[in-house]
């Protein structure tokens, strides 16, 4: 119950935000432009829409995580807004779950908009095979954010929004690289690939979200795939969300 | 009483969330492990493949064209990697070195590993002769990028083309930074087309530059056959029967 | 004061109580025992005593006002109380609650200083959630979240954002969350900061009134008169110790009783030697004033004059006020860490 007080109370924190308002005309606006582009994309039209569209909401989902969502516990400590919440009788872990919950359900919101205007334009533009494989792909981005922003909580718990912002995005970074480092882990000598490998699942398995360019030929993927993606998805939040709760337990208010 | 029960609640928050991040994080790397094993790994050169053209990709770039090129490069080394060891079917080989070339077009190895790739595995000899010649476009100047385009034409499967390989032979050998054995190359490539006059003088330049004696007895020789051919008016005596270069394929064990 | 909380003998051998052994007086709102908060300097390792082996009770229904100058600990003993900070060593109850657990803040009301809020909600907002929060139900926390805000002086516009609020508003709204859940206890850390003449009374009023509600009530204050004003008790804390536990009756009454003779202009006697450090003289335009230290010596010191043909135009009793005798305390502190 108290997660789901301080989430409602984050999610009209987000979307009082303008930098969310922006976020969503930029995301709208990126449509619009990929109709007017693909005229110039040689046939490529369909494709060009769908991928852009695609990377439009992964893209603008981590601007607003790297603006807004790193710092949506270091900001309150800086306020000190949190001793008005701390000091009531909830406990340090149910604020950050209450704290990640709101936020990724800001992110679904807008996936979702965007996603659905997505959809909207391939269907209307009579590319309606591609519309499944389009959701799945939203879908996914979702899954993908909600990773990333678990992991904004937990440096912004650590840490001040400046250095959260960037830890976030180093995460984002090597975690797109995952695969190439397991790959590079395989092909290393036995103890730096096993170091490698050790990295490769710190960090954030994220080629396991992208089926953009699936998407972007109209090929769904399998049940097997979103399952994996959700249950990793689940997991990594969870084990991210205790480790930012061990880490605040022991944070003193000055 | 349990030990628990002396530690302070806040203690056991503590406790609780580091047990949770262990297990949770050993079913997270399971997870990913099962995927890894499992799905699909996402295909190397997809980010790279809908692009229309280079053309296109080197804005996104930032300035980091370069920067973009060699990561293609690296990506497109392991395509043909894998492939090779597997299917040996390399269908967006040509697409993707011809971005890599737009994005960098002084970037030299990609046009020679390209070209070989696309004409022996790749077996697609025009995309082979269309990166080359991009290449020399580019690069008007280049010894090393004329010669391999000479090699290229000299190793064409299925069939030598001499005289193409001996025009950029001696191109390559005009140029400063011309590998030295250019000249060698087009005067053997012209003798065994048939065209003795000019390898004839070829050889004769051979004689003249090369700091190196045997290659000096060679052209010698060489000069001495193809006059004794033409005056014996015999001149495929002067000719060399060359194999036809072929592709051998075999999956890598 | 009885407690069973073991002895202070027993927690100075073992360092501080041992866990899950002692149970306080369920007549204290609070119960601290060795409380100390060490900061260790992160490259340095220099160890800062924010507390020092604090022992305090609060009796449940009573006002305690917590005195000290900048730096004293009054804050850090709040912050240890409500959770915010974590104890190097000792032990604290809220309402028989250890305040690591966060049962003990669910009657507790707390108002940090110079409190934030966000800026994002309104009056009405920010209320409801404090009280959700505290474990209220939605319809009657919207209720009360209206009554409060009314109460505090702030209904006439329950939907203006509070990034318009101005800093006394933003005093008032604090107050108001700290109060809103109907807590048993109050923690306030400079509930008159920021406010007018006419707020200050208002607080003054709001303390009273959960007072006589038989609520508890915990407040650091520079503002000394309003603390002679409210208190049962006064704590006094100078360089993270706790220096004295008092009623304002027994403080004042510690300090002896000097008296003020104003005597007409001009009075050039030589002080007797034996009244040396007793007696002094000051001359102000218009009167000779001669200050007594101990008012048990007046009838001489009166006789003296008289006899001498001063002629004696006011006695006044100097009663000491809090605010001497604070000062008193400071400067003696400051001696002892001097030596």
Redesign the interface.
Known sequence: MIPLLIARNTFREATRDRVLAGVVVAGLALLALTQAASSLAMGEGRRFTVDLGLSGISVLGLLVILLTGTSLVAKEVERRTIYNLLSRPITRPAYLVGKWIGFSATLWSVALLLGLALWGLVVLRGWGGHGLAVLEAVYLAGLELSVITALAVMFSALSTPVLSALYTLGFYMVGQWSYDLRMLAEKLPKELGSLVAVIANLVPNLPLFNMRTLAAEGTTTTWLHLALASGYAAVYVACVLCLATAAFESKDFK | MSPLATVDSRRRRFLAAWAGALVLGTAAFTLAAAAWRTLPHPHPLEELSYYPSGRFLEPATLGHAATAADLAWLRAVQYYGQHRATDNQFVRMAHVFDILTTLDPSFLPAYFFGAFALAQEGRDFPAAERLMLKGLAANPTSGPLAFQMGFLYYVRPGGRDLRRAAEYFERASRQLDGPPESARFAAFCRQNAGELEVACELWARVERTSPNRYLREIAQREQARIREAVERGRREQAMRRLTTPVVLLKRQT | MQTSVASIADRQATGHPA??QTVPDPGLAVCVRGLSKHYVHSWTLRVTRGLDALDLDVRRGEVMGLLGPNGAGKTTTL?LL?????PTHGRAWLMGE?V???????S?G?L?E?????D??NGV?YLE??A????MQAATARDRAHHWLGRVGLGERPRLGLRKYSKGMLQRL?LA?ALVHDPELLVLDEPMSGLDPFGRRDVRDLITEQRERGVTVLFSSHILPDVEMLCDRVAIMMGGRLTRVATVGELVEDGAQAVEIRCAPGALLEIPRHWAGLVSRTQRAGESVFRLEDEAQLGEVLGWLLQAGVPVRAVTPQRPTLESLFLAAAEAERERRQA
Do not use: C, V
């Open positions: 866990a899950g912050k409500t959770g915010l900070l974590k250890p690591e657990n966060t049962a003990s803040r669910r507790l707390f940090p110079q409190p934030y809020f966000y994002y909600l907002e959630l404090a959700r929060l505290s474990g604090g969350a």
